[in-house]
């Protein structure tokens, strides 16, 4: 006879009082990922994921093609430029209009700062 049963029977048996039945525990799936995600630090990651896939789209065909992010690490996008103009081009003259898409479609939250380096 298992032992927990054997225990139980032995209770009920002398009349002790029953043990107090511990609360449900369970929890939806979509309220526990996000805080799983969370703990496991795979939240920005999925943030870092959806900028790369939408840079083409903010930046355009043509920056797009000479730049690449290439991660976000606590609010900071990094993007590798392949030529030095269009690296003072970007630092200089669109790094403001660029932020502000990335800030209005993603979240101040998440991109707080861009920044370009030669690579």
Known sequence: MNSALRSVVIAEWRGLPEKKVRPDRFQRTA????????????RERLHETEVIDAWSKIVGDFIAAHSAPVALREGLLYVRVLQPALHYELEQVSKIEILRKLKQRFGSKTIRDIRFRLG
């Open 31 to 42: 309220e526990l990922l996000p805080k799983i995600m969370q703990r496991l630090g795979l």
